[in-house]
Nanobody, 122 residues
Framework: QVELVQSGGGLVQAGGSVRLSCAAS????????LGWFRQAPGKEREFAAT????????LYADSVKGRFTISRDNAKNTVYLQMNRLKPEDTAVYYC???????????????WGQGTQVTVSS
């Protein structure tokens, strides 16, 4: 398994942008599909975006499609989530995740980051 360490996030105004990063340990990073999930207060964790090992396939939740972009840099063992045109309803703790099998919208990932708070003020 890989260990995932997240950075980025914080407080941003509605309409603004934030980029989250998730750095992975290990030499097998390029073997993993990666995902971003989020959990708002009082709600269950939900899927946001996923990307395959090559970066050639991505999938987004309808709620973030067209505003968020997932990408990866296999040379840096890092996955990113660029979040634009943020809305107050995007406020949540965001988690990155990795799995050896292909990308999925389900929670069945092998490793998880520690989570990072994103708060969007209106």
């Amino acid at each position: 398994q890989v260990e995932l360490v997240q950075s980025g996030g914080g407080l941003v105004q509605a309409g603004g942008s934030v980029r989250l990063s998730c750095a992975a340990s290990g030499r097998t990073f390029r073997s993993y599909a990666l995902g971003w999930f989020r959990q708002a207060p009082g709600k269950e964790r939900e899927f946001a975006a996923t990307i395959d090992w090559s970066g050639g396939f991505t999938l987004y939740a309808d709620s973030v499609k067209g505003r968020f972009t997932i990408s990866r840099d296999n040379a840096k063992n890092t996955v990113y989530l660029q979040m634009n045109r943020l809305k107050p309803e995007d406020t949540a703790v965001y988690y990155c995740a990795a799995r050896l099998r292909g990308p999925t919208t389900s929670n069945s990932y092998d490793s998880w980051g520690q989570g990072t708070q994103v708060t969007v003020s209106s």
